[in-house]
């Protein structure tokens, strides 16, 4: 094994950040519980000092614990939440009552963990990743703050993830896809026996929508840990969705109660279910869902959603012409985001500009956004592993035609040739035209940063 040195106090916010990303990257796995388990114990378990909902799903996790986190603050509760990737920087990871860490709070999490991060290193057979130490570093944070209940989103996975330390007294698992497959199966059927490994004893699992053959595997799952399966369809869901500005009106169905006009400041089909999905998760947390503990309020549970932000999620950061930006990384994703597009939108035309990582399914990705795209930019963002623009444009030609193809490796430069292609075409036509920036989060990440955020 390659020997870190220890780990010395951080001064600043970016003395931190090199610290971290001087460890395994969150791409290079050694699939085992070992060393979070070493680093959590000499931590002191901060894990079970208070209860957590644990997250997993191919897509929609994110948006669905930003959800779970605001309707548990609306009940008063203090809330740990803990997502990846982040969009803009690191310290998003880690949030305190639905805020990220500050820069002094995050080298301060990660002064706490530091020291011990050496003695894992020369206790195991391979050193901490960058991953494992942050998990680290989010539920001390929690410990310390002290939260009343964490929410918690797996990175990869589910069985061996870092973050499956915790033991979620609500699991929830969103949509389950292809993604991932060279670490997690090349089935959905194999993905969903990982991801269901979050299912603990005793504890509710609330289950999206899903193939037969993947609620299959999670029902065995939970039947196997005496777990409660509460399902999407059967057992809550959406009762209708409207098309409003800025988002969605809903009625949804909880697991004792229906709650109307919930206006949702986020769009598409795929946002309503995350809702459906986050207000049983709550329901289940509270007691409501089993009897045992009060009814959300109607007022309570509006006034909470329409405080939902999702960053980088159909994220409408630019006018004239409009930008907007989605971290849809996989086909499954892009299906969702497509059908948002068409449901909530009405760009013409609409310009993609799609960089991706070397590691995905380009091909798939590329396939479900041709129908929706008048003509695509390909590109690529700053990452090592980031596949190169050339090459992402050789796969996208066969799909979209020649014609319709760009290559600009620069991704600035990419936004500034879509958006004048959106406007040239728009220009003699009644509808304005439009910039979707998708492919993976690093990119909407990085097109946020030049953007300059939200306008």
Do not use: C
Not at 70 to 94: C, K, Y
Not at 160 to 175: I, L, R, S, Y
Not at 194 to 222: C, F, H, N, W, Y
């Amino acid at each position: 094994m390659t020997e870190l040195p220890a780990a010395r106090p951080a001064q600043t916010y970016a003395e931190a950040e090199d610290a971290l990303l001087s460890r395994w990257p969150e791409t290079k796995l050694e699939p085992s519980l070992m060393r979070i388990r070493a680093f959590a114990e000499l931590l002191g378990d901060p894990q079970d000092a208070y209860p957590v909902i644990h997250l997993t799903g191919t897509n929609g996790k994110t948006s669905t614990s930003r959800m779970i986190d605001t309707l548990l603050r609306a009940l008063d509760l203090r809330t740990g939440r803990f997502t990846s990737p982040h969009v803009e920087r690191m310290s998003e990871r880690i949030s305190i009552d639905g805020e990220p860490l500050g820069d002094e709070q995050f080298v301060d999490a990660f002064n706490d963990v530091a020291p011990y991060t050496h003695l894992v290193d020369l206790d195991q057979p391979f050193p901490l990743s960058f991953f494992e130490t942050v998990v680290g570093m989010a539920y001390a944070k929690f410990a310390e703050a002290p939260v009343d209940v964490a929410v918690v989103e797996v990175g990869m996975g589910g069985a061996w993830d870092a973050t499956n330390v915790a033991d979620g007294t609500v699991a929830v698992v969103t949509p389950i896809g292809l993604d991932h497959t060279q670490y997690l199966g090349t089935t959905t059927t194999a993905i969903a026996r990982e991801k269901s490994g979050i299912i603990k004893p005793g504890a509710t699992v609330v289950v999206a929508a899903q193939t037969p053959d993947v609620l299959e595997v999670l029902q065995e799952r939970a039947d196997e840990v005496g777990a409660r399966l509460l399902l999407e369809g059967r057992d809550f869901g959406v009762l209708a969705t409207t098309a409003a500005v800025g988002g969605q009106v809903l009625s949804l169905k909880g697991v004792r109660g229906e709650y109307d006009d919930l206006f949702l400041p986020l769009y598409g089909a795929h946002q309503a279910q995350n809702a459906a999905v986050a207000l049983a998760a709550v329901e289940a947390f509270t007691g409501a869902a089993d009897g045992t503990g009060a009814l959300l309020g109607d007022e309570l549970v509006r006034d909470a959603f329409a405080k939902v932000t999702s960053p980088g999620r159909l994220e409408i950061v630019r006018r004239s012409p409009t930008i907007v930006l989605d971290a849809a990384h996989n086909p499954h994703g892009a299906e969702a985001t497509a059908a948002a597009l068409e449901d909530s939108f009405s760009f013409s035309p609409l310009v993609g500009v799609i960089g991706v990582m070397g590691d995905k399914d380009a091909e798939g990705l590329l396939a479900a956004f041709e129908p929706h795209l008048e003509h695509l930019v390909v590109t690529q963002n700053s990452q090592s592993r980031a596949m190169r623009a050339a090459r992402l444009g050789e796969i996208a030609i066969p799909i979209f035609g020649e014609d319709r193809v760009t290559v600009v490796a620069d991704l600035a430069t990419a936004i500034d040739a879509a958006a004048a292609l959106a406007e040239s075409d728009s220009a003699d036509s009644l509808s304005s035209g439009a910039v979707l920036v998708t492919g993976s989060v690093v990119t909407v990440g990085e097109a946020r940063r030049l953007l300059g955020g939200p306008k």
